[in-house]
């Protein structure tokens, strides 16, 4: 049998795609997460788990609230800035939900309609093009098996195989991952993030969820990435951030997309979405929203032009390149030493917050 449309990766771009793609399609979607109501997962997904306005504004968009149980704790109302590189430290006001990614997802793929097979645990190997339909080579830990279909959608994030084979990441875009989890029994009262350019040109954060502390950094990926965090990590606990040895490490890629050149929207039967795109922000690395709106972008291109929706596709997520435009202006002010000094030293848009009650 030959599936019409196969969604490689189940994260919220391929969830969302799955969910909203009309009926009359025969839809397989495929992720190596054991993404299903009672299966434990193969590989979790590394990710800071804060929920920005943008994102809670297209669920919002999409008729969905956030289900109580997908909420982490604490849920905090600031983020407090440290520049390194100036020696200032500044509290903002934010308003992200604090959420557990993992049962997130989950969540999302438990709103995909019966009708589209779902394939959990299978991991994508590669593809052929067989001129009427592809040929998609899996393997589900113990078999190989080959998948048909006739258009390949990639949302299988900054790592995907097929952005990789047609249009790969330009030099100075792709960056390494790394989240150490710590066992905590404090509240962090808000949310770090931090600016080192010894460590990496992007940002490093702290995020509290339950009882861990997460500590993670986005580092240009031609560095070395595990002796550049090991060096953060120090900086981290000798500022008393931290403490005792990592319960868990997590690794992976991050797109940081400069310019609409880094956008790739696929072609005639390919389509890609989400952050394999190369849809998220250079300026914070926030993905959820623009993975949730290229997601509903495509299956509204789909659910109208059939077959033929490749190039009203790439018109439709123009909204998505002008809003990464204007990310990408924000953040020459966000990551130049000198421009940031000036913007923190003049506590524009800064709160005041009680250091006595942060044990500071
Ligand atoms: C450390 C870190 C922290 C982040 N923190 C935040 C944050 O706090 N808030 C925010 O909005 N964004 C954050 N982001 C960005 C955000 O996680 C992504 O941009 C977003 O998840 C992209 O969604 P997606 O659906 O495009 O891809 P993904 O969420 O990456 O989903 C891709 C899916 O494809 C599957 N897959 C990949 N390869 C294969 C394969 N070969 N075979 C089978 N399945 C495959 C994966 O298992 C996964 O389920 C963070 C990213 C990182 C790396």
Same mark, same amino acid.
């Given at each position: 049998?030959?599936?019409?449309?196969?969604i490689?990766?189940?994260?919220?771009?391929?969830?969302?795609?799955?969910?909203?793609?009309?009926?009359?399609?025969?839809?397989?979607?495929?992720?190596?997460?054991?993404?299903?109501?009672?299966?434990?997962?193969?590989?979790?997904?590394?990710?800071?788990?804060?929920?920005?306005?943008?994102?809670?504004?297209?669920?919002?968009?999409?008729?969905?609230?956030?289900?109580?149980?997908?909420?982490?704790?604490?849920?905090?109302?600031?983020?407090?800035?440290?520049?390194?590189?100036?020696?200032?430290?500044?509290?903002?006001?934010?308003?992200?939900?604090?959420i557990?990614?993992?049962?997130?997802?989950?969540?999302?793929?438990?709103?995909?309609?019966?009708?589209?097979?779902?394939?959990?645990?299978?991991?994508?190997?590669?593809?052929?093009?067989?001129?009427?339909?592809?040929?998609?080579?899996?393997?589900?830990?113990?078999?190989?098996?080959?998948?048909k279909?006739?258009?390949?959608?990639?949302?299988?994030?900054?790592?995907?195989?097929?952005?990789?084979?047609?249009?790969?990441?330009?030099?100075?875009?792709?960056?390494?991952?790394?989240?150490?989890?710590?066992?905590?029994?404090?509240?962090?009262?808000?949310?770090v993030?931090?600016?080192?350019?010894?460590?990496?040109?992007?940002?490093?954060?702290?995020?509290?969820?339950?009882?861990?502390?997460?500590?993670?950094?986005?580092?240009?990926?031609n560095?070395?990435?595990?002796?550049?965090?090991?060096?953060?990590?120090?900086?981290?606990?000798?500022?008393?951030?931290?403490?005792?040895?990592?319960?868990?490490?997590?690794?992976? !890629?991050?797109?940081?997309?400069?310019?609409?050149?880094?956008?790739? &929207? *696929?072609?005639? %039967?390919?389509? #890609? =979405? @989400?952050?394999?795109?190369?849809?998220?922000?250079?300026?914070?690395?926030?993905?959820?929203?623009?993975?949730?709106?290229?997601?509903?972008?495509?299956?509204?291109?789909?659910?109208? !032009?059939?077959?033929?929706?490749?190039?009203?596709?790439?018109?439709? &997520? *123009?909204?998505? %390149?002008?809003? #990464? =435009? @204007?990310?990408?202006?924000?953040?020459?002010?966000?990551?130049?030493?000198?421009?940031?000094?000036?913007?923190?030293?003049?506590?524009?848009?800064?709160?005041?917050v009680?250091?006595?009650r942060?044990?500071?």
């Open positions: 049998m030959i599936y019409d449309i196969a490689l990766g189940a994260g919220p771009a391929g969830a969302t795609l799955a969910r909203l793609i009309h009926n009359g399609w025969r839809v397989i979607v495929i992720d190596q997460r054991n993404l299903g109501e009672t299966a434990g997962f193969i590989k979790e997904k590394c990710c800071g788990g804060l929920l920005a306005p943008d994102a809670q504004k297209v669920l919002a968009e999409q008729g969905l609230g956030v289900p109580g149980e997908i909420m982490s704790g604490p849920q905090t109302f600031s983020v407090k800035s440290v520049d390194l590189d100036n020696g200032i430290t500044r509290y903002y006001q934010r308003h992200y939900l604090n557990d990614r993992e049962k997130f997802d989950r969540w999302l793929v438990s709103l995909v309609p019966g009708a589209v097979e779902k394939r959990f645990g299978c991991i994508f190997k590669d593809f052929e093009d067989c001129g009427d339909h592809f040929d998609i080579h899996v393997h589900n830990g113990l078999n190989e098996g080959i998948i279909a006739r258009v390949l959608v990639g949302a299988d994030g900054a790592g995907s195989r097929i952005r990789r084979k047609y249009f790969p990441w330009r030099e100075g875009t792709e960056y390494i991952s790394i989240q150490e989890s710590y066992e905590t029994n404090d509240v962090l009262p808000h949310y993030s931090v600016f080192d350019k010894s460590t990496t040109d992007f940002y490093s954060w702290i995020i509290q969820k339950n009882n861990h502390l997460l500590l993670g950094s986005a580092i240009p990926g560095e070395d990435a595990v002796a550049k965090f090991s060096s953060l990590r120090l900086r981290m606990r000798e500022l008393g951030y931290i403490s005792g040895d990592p319960v868990k490490r997590t690794g992976t !890629f991050v797109i940081r997309p400069r310019s609409g050149k880094d956008i790739f &929207t *696929g072609s005639e %039967r390919i389509a #890609l =979405a @989400g952050e394999a795109a190369g849809f998220i922000s250079p300026s914070s690395a926030e993905g959820i929203s623009y993975a949730l709106r290229s997601g509903a972008m495509l299956a509204e291109c789909i659910n109208k !032009f059939g077959t033929g929706f490749s190039k009203h596709y790439k018109k439709r &997520t *123009g909204v998505l %390149r002008v809003n #990464l =435009a @204007g990310k990408n202006i924000k953040a020459m002010a966000m990551y130049g030493r000198l421009a940031r000094k000036l913007i923190m030293k003049s506590g524009i848009l800064s709160m005041n009680n250091p006595r942060l044990h500071e």
